[in-house]
């Protein structure tokens, strides 16, 4: 069988003279762009004020700094309204001079107030940083210890994901007060355990699936650290963009607001005076809002870059461990490839998902698109365009990691490495790519449940902290709706991680901005809380998928292997991992090559399932009859390797 030209050859080339610089422009790019992150990021730091001081009952009160500049705004404001010729130049009694004249406390109105009127979602992480430092830390170790567990009890942990998912549905009806609503969740439960029954073959595939993986990271332990490397500047890059986020709304001027005197005519032609007013008030300086929403797009970016970096280091391990097993990169080389020859490459796949990501963000419609008789065409809109918009993401995502894998393996630009994945992948994939979406079910759902128990545990912390009472009892029917709203709330964000990010941070500058009075105060005891868990869970939720992208970039490497293999006429007959390959739908099943005569050996064929079986091959010479279910031809060789079937290149003796 001859070798496609549209192919690469079945080796990492992962040698510094073998390699070149790929993408280089795009490159710079990244790296100016980080540097910006940074440098606008500590900027900001540099610029954040105190706001607020603990006073000895524990409230807060204005930083001795913005007091002074609050007393002088207020004093200049007296004077502006003495030369308007004011009848009172006494400044509008609300805002700073308020607090000046009066030196009213700052804080939530109730007993045991400890939040600022007009706070945000990152001060509550200001005023108490070890909240989201500590259940972060929390998660990074989980996810850690995840990955480990899965490495060594795969099948039984794919099964518990689904059994918790039993607990979750039987928790919902014992605690739901409504009768009506306890039978459904009953039902529902019962429901899905007859699901995993009737799906048990499936569930037991990913538990082989994943086992696989295992054993290849099992054998490739050193890559660990080269990946915990990555990890680490993950975890550093995170808490940098909290850092930023939460002394953004620190940075404050004291500004005046003026209104001179004039007349207004109401509707009724009635024409009314009203004399000159003048107020001080905290802003936050324009260019502080431009530098969060760049550094939040160099942050989607980020987050991006290091799920492809960790595929590139991925790929380049295990592909080297099952094309040459002797010669392996070490993990410092495979991630001085990554960072250094094929940077450009990967942050070019990371722009690509990125860019992605923020489309998703910006067409997305709001809550209000749909009010009014303009649903019927809104509401069908939005599926079809979510619809199409997944189908899309889905293809960009596959298309850019298999590339990047092509990339890894032949040290070719991106486009390049597009046009032989293209090529490789029509050819044994019928829709041009392969994933195993039992595998990625069972891993994202693992992430799920993580993430949703650090989500709950920041809320009650908060709560505590804070002296609220957010999160709400399931008792009574007021507080069930409450309760079921806000995990609404919290399941949709988890599982959109990266969206969520920027959507949780755009609401609470929304919210504090717009719903606001002028006190600045807009019911933060209710939803800072939740909000701000949210995020704390969006974030451990983006570690958690990173660990589980280890396993599931090795499966998808190993799936180009395998192509590869078949690309190179290697003889596939006795691989486990060919066999569970061919059990998935969408593969193109055709018979191995290989040069062996043999006539002894065995063959792997397809059978009338359509998996594969071992049997015995027939007598060169004579005429068989052709049945489903058989081999049919020349021996194959007992090597290592994936696939089966007649020898090519050479004709069996078929006899129609």
């Known amino acids: 069988m001859q070798k496609p030209r549209d192919t690469i050859e079945p080796r990492v080339k992962f040698k510094d003279g073998e ?63 003495a030369e308007q010729g004011a009848s009172d130049t006494t400044p509008a009694s609300f805002g700073l001079c308020e607090y000046v004249s009066t030196g009213r406390m700052r804080h939530l109105t109730q007993t045991n107030g400890k939040f600022p009127k007009d706070g945000s979602l990152f001060d509550a992480f200001t005023l108490n940083p070890q909240i989201p430092a500590t259940l972060i ?38 605690e739901t007060p409504d009768d009506n609503s306890k039978v459904i969740f009953f039902i529902v439960a019962l429901l899905y355990l007859g699901f995993i029954v009737w799906k048990k073959d499936k569930l037991i595939f990913a538990g082989k699936i994943i086992s696989h993986s295992a054993l290849a990271l099992q054998e490739n332990t050193n890559m660990f650290f080269g990946l915990l490397v990555i990890k680490a500047c993950y975890v550093l890059q995170a808490y940098c963009f909290i850092l930023f986020m939460s002394k953004s709304v620190e940075v404050k001027e004291v500004e005046m607001m003026k209104t001179p005197a004039g007349q207004y005519t109401d509707v009724d032609g009635t024409v009314y005076s009203y004399d000159a007013s003048a107020y001080c008030y905290l802003n936050e300086p324009s260019w502080v809002d431009k530098s969060r929403q760049v550094i939040m797009f160099l942050w989607l970016w980020s987050v991006q870059w290091y799920t492809q970096a960790r595929l590139c280091t991925v790929a380049a391990t295990i592909g080297s461990w099952h094309f040459h097993p002797d010669d392996k990169p070490t993990a410092i080389q495979a991630v001085k490839n990554t960072v250094t020859k094929s940077l450009g490459t990967v942050s070019f796949s990371a722009m690509i998902l990125a860019i992605i990501e923020e489309i998703k963000r910006r067409l997305k419609f709001k809550w209000y698109h749909h009010c009014g008789p303009q649903c019927c065409i809104t509401a069908p809109m939005h599926l079809l365009s979510c619809l199409l918009m997944m189908v899309l993401e889905n293809c960009f995502k596959m298309l850019t990691k298999f590339t990047l894998i092509i990339h890894t393996f032949s040290g070719l630009n991106f486009f390049g490495s597009a046009k032989k994945c293209f090529g490789v992948m029509t050819r044994h994939f019928e829709n041009g790519f392969i994933t195993d979406y039992a595998s990625n079910a069972v891993l994202q759902l693992g992430a799920y449940i993580f993430s949703l128990a650090i989500t709950f545990t920041a809320w009650a912390w908060l709560d505590e902290q804070y002296g609220w009472s957010t999160l709400p009892s399931i008792d009574n029917d007021n507080n069930i709706v409450i309760f079921y709203l806000w995990l609404f709330y919290i399941l949709f964000n988890l599982w959109y991680p990266v969206l969520a990010v920027f959507g949780i941070i755009v609401a609470d500058m929304v919210i504090t901005k717009y719903a606001s009075d002028e006190h600045g105060e807009c019911g933060q005891e209710h939803w800072v809380a939740p909000i701000a868990a949210t995020f704390v869970g969006v974030i451990s939720m983006l570690f958690f998928q990173y660990m589980a992208g280890i396993i599931l970039d090795t499966i998808d490497t190993c799936f180009v292997c395998w192509a590869v293999d078949k690309d190179n006429n290697v003889d596939l007959s006795e691989s486990e991992f060919s066999a ?61 390797g994936y696939g089966g079937g007649v020898q090519m290149g050479q004709t069996p003796p078929y006899n129609n």
């Open 137 to 174: 830390s929390a998660a990074l170790f989980l996810a850690v210890f995840w990955v480990v567990m899965l490495r060594a009890f795969a099948t039984p942990i794919v099964f518990f994901t689904e059994f918790l998912k039993i607990v979750a549905f039987v928790w919902i009806a014992i």
């Open 19 to 81: 390699r070149r610089y790929t993408d280089v422009p795009c490159a710079i790019c990244f790296l100016l762009g980080i540097g910006l992150f940074f440098a606008l990021g500590f900027a900001v730091v540099g610029s954040a004020t105190i706001t607020f001081i603990t006073s000895d009952d524990g409230t807060l009160t204005l930083s001795d700094e913005l007091t002074v500049d609050a007393t002088t705004c207020c004093q200049s404001a007296s004077d502006w309204l």
């Open 580 to 640: 569970l390959v061919m059990e998935l739908p969408g593969i193109v099943k055709e018979p191995n090559p290989t040069s062996s005569l043999d006539p002894n050996a065995t063959l792997l064929a397809i059978g009338p399932d359509g998996r594969p079986a071992q049997t015995q091959p027939v007598a060169v010479g004579y005429a068989v009859p052709q049945q489903q279910g058989y081999a049919v031809g020349y021996a194959v060789p007992q090597q290592q």
